[in-house]
């Protein structure tokens, strides 16, 4: 008898294969037959008219702190991922001295907007290696399945201390020898990769650049070395891809000899560039090297609203005085006192503008019944205001208003140059590129891009309306088994005997998102936008139902996930 069997659902199986109906039977936490008319579980599941997939893989998040006292990791969790990886874009939290977590907080607070009182509250830092760090995970009952990998910023300050906090300094000799000698016992005992941040636009919260930014040859060909002693892991890297970047990071995973992944985005300064990495990627994978690029479903889009961390007021002198208020006050104030929103919309005096205000023709209403992340132009605050006859700063007000100050403004500032999602259609059907750029579990006051598996299937194969759709079995295929084996992780991400038992039943017909949301329930009281789901029946962690009807079961299956 198995455990579980799931009867009669509409199986997509991860392989890309078409869909077909079928049972899945579940014994000891794998899959131990999918077919028809198996035999009787101790229980089974009516999935008739619903969609069984494997659980997703998201290798891109930053739960790095969050993992260490949230045992649900959501909002990930909610949007069926079963296998979260952290560690990503050089920078964490291990190795770590005792005595100066400060600067690790300051430089996660930085790059990845996690408040670092939230960090300093949540994070207990109970140890000083990496090895010591992914003990202290598996220790953890958790609704997923975990993976942790080494962060080049961590490594550096550690071994050298303050001068690590500089990126324009080079280690010693000594100092190379002892990061690589540390690179590669995290490997052994279980990292799954090496992570570098090579893009200008990742700071400390105290504006230093993230120390990996410019990491010299020496360096780099260190770690590689290590990376090939010890045989595992993959080479992360965010990268701004300037002239000579990517020959320089091919060269270190030749000497690497494991897979290099590379963050791929579209950004407005240099719109085509994307495309030339793209090209040089394809080109290293037709020498015979592994790489692949990780990119996003939708834009990355900057939420405005009066309880987020930005909006098109936020350096206007009238917002100081309101922005250390509770929300219900500030929400009181602004509609009681029609004099404080008059001040509040006039343009800032001169040298101090908002960094949006100048903004709002691509800046957009996000709806709260069906958040629409492929906006038209005519939709744009600017765009509303003028066919109003208004002020466009007056109307973003009154939407971020609405509902009692829940209001949002969406403002894609990568993957969306064109006015739509082309470009994102044209990343994510090239052979070459995995699904990652999620980023769950950071920029918790700015963007909420946890829910992307959703936003995958609901808006590619099912709503989009301003382009060309994509297949479902594609599209699962593109987020289980293809991110699973960028990682090495071949026991999940597809539905066949032996195979792991993530598995997600799925009401695809009523599926959708939730508008996002800000909700204080971080360490502290902090504040995170989150992003619900409707749709997903069942989702199970090695056999184990870890949410039903959207919500937590409670069980806490998950396991930390060590390369082999």
């Not at 071994?159 to 540390?182: C, N």
Request: net charge negative; glycine share 10%.
């Amino acid at each position: 008898m198995h455990d579980l069997v799931i009867r009669g659902g509409t199986v997509v199986d991860g392989s890309g294969t078409p869909a077909f109906t079928a049972d899945v039977g579940v014994t000891n936490g794998h899959i131990a037959d999918v077919g028809h008319k198996l035999g009787p579980g101790r229980r089974e599941v009516d999935a008739d008219g619903l969609l069984v997939t494997p659980g997703f893989v998201d290798i891109h998040t930053h739960y790095d702190g969050q993992a260490t006292w949230d045992p649900y990791l959501a909002p990930s969790s909610w949007h069926g991922v079963t296998t979260a990886i952290f560690g990503n874009c050089g920078v964490g939290f291990a190795p770590v001295r005792p005595g100066t977590t400060d600067y690790l907080i300051n430089l996660m607070e930085g790059v990845e907007d996690i408040p670092g009182s939230v960090l300093a509250e949540g994070v207990p830092f109970t140890w000083e290696s990496f090895p010591q760090y992914m003990d202290a995970l598996a220790a953890m009952p958790r609704a997923l399945d975990v993976g942790a990998q080494v962060p080049h910023a961590a490594l550096r300050f550690y071994v050298m201390g303050e001068r690590g906090a500089d990126h324009a300094q080079a280690p010693t000799d000594a100092e190379l020898t002892l990061m690589a000698d540390l690179l590669e016992e995290a490997l052994r005992a279980g990292a799954l990769g090496f992570t570098t941040s090579r893009t200008t636009k990742h700071r400390a919260r105290d504006g230093r650049l993230t120390p990996s930014l410019s990491a010299r040859e020496p360096e780099l060909f260190a770690l590689a070395r290590a990376m090939n002693r010890a045989g595992r892991g993959v080479l992360e890297v965010n990268s701004d891809f300037g002239e000579g970047e990517f020959p320089a990071l091919r060269a270190a995973a030749e000497v690497a000899g494991r897979p290099l992944s590379c963050l791929l985005v579209q950004v407005k300064k240099t719109p085509d560039l994307w495309r030339q990495t793209l090209r040089q990627i394809h080109a290293a994978r037709a020498a015979g090297l592994d790489v692949n690029a990780q990119v996003g479903c939708r834009p990355i889009g900057v939420l405005m609203g009066l309880d987020t961390t930005v909006n098109p007021f936020s350096a206007h002198p009238v917002w100081a005085t309101l922005r250390d208020l509770p929300i219900a006050e500030r929400v009181r104030r602004l509609q009681a006192d029609p004099t404080l929103r008059q001040q509040l919309i006039a343009p800032a005096r001169e040298g101090v503008p908002s960094i949006f205000a100048a903004e709002l023709s691509n800046a957009w209403p996000l709806a709260a019944t069906a958040p629409d992340y492929e906006p038209e132009s005519s939709g744009s605050v600017a765009a509303l205001a003028a066919a109003q006859g208004r002020d466009a700063r007056a109307l973003a007000l009154d939407l971020m208003l609405a509902d009692e100050g829940r209001g949002l403004l969406l403002h894609p500032f990568e993957n969306y140059c064109d006015g739509n999602l082309d470009a994102v259609h044209e990343m994510l059907t090239d052979e070459a590129t995995v699904i990652g750029v999620a980023d769950g579990g950071a920029h918790v006051g700015l963007i909420c891009d946890a829910s992307a598996p959703t936003y995958l299937l609901t808006h590619w194969a099912r709503d989009r309306r301003r382009g060309p759709r994509l297949k479902l079995e594609f599209l699962v295929r593109k987020h289980t088994r293809d991110t699973a084996m960028a990682y090495g992780l071949a026991d999940r991400g597809l539905l066949a005997p032996g195979y792991k038992a993530d598995i997600n039943v799925i009401d695809f017909q009523r599926l959708r998102l939730r508008a996002p949301e800000v909700v204080y329930d971080l360490p502290t009281g902090g504040k995170r936008l989150v992003q619900k789901a409707e749709g997903y029946r069942h989702t199970f962690v090695s056999g184990i139902e870890t949410l039903r009807d959207d919500s937590h079961t409670g069980a806490l299956p998950g396991r930390l996930v060590r390369s082999a």
